[in-house]
């Protein structure tokens, strides 16, 4: 069964930048829509990016646009978020997750994705 991993959390300071990647084990997420979620403490979990599977098109919500990118790296089958100009509020457990299959589209709509990964945390300082 497809279990996602994420990696690549950590702590920055404000205005820095780090990188998460998803993977799946013995998997390649090509195939598969990926959406980027993060959870703040106390605070809701928020979908901010996602990407389709056929075209590699992105879905960007305001708070990261301009200054978080997603990507396919298409020879390790893995999903890939730059991160940018990182804020405090920025902080908190991002999860990667998987959507539908060979779509040419994303949403952030949490109940279109079915499996989870446990999350890193990014810690982003004042």
């Known amino acids: 069964q497809m279990q996602l991993v994420e990696s690549g959390g950590g702590l920055v300071q404000s205005g820095g930048s780090l990188r998460l990647s998803c993977a799946a084990s013995g998997y390649t997420l090509d195939p598969y829509v990926i959406g980027w979620f993060r959870q703040a403490p106390e605070k809701v979990r928020e979908g901010i990016v996602c990407i389709s599977s056929l075209e590699g098109r992105p879905f960007y919500t305001d708070s990261v646009k301009g200054r978080f990118t997603v990507s396919r790296d298409r020879d390790k089958g893995t999903v890939e978020l730059e991160m940018t100009n990182l804020k405090p509020e920025d902080s908190g457990v991002y999860f990667c997750?998987?959507?539908?299959?060979?779509?040419?589209?994303?949403?952030?709509?949490?109940?279109?994705?079915?499996?989870w990964g446990q999350g890193t945390q990014v810690t982003v300082s004042s």
């Open positions: 997750a998987r959507g539908g299959v060979l779509k040419d589209s994303c949403g952030l709509v949490e109940s279109a994705f079915d499996r």
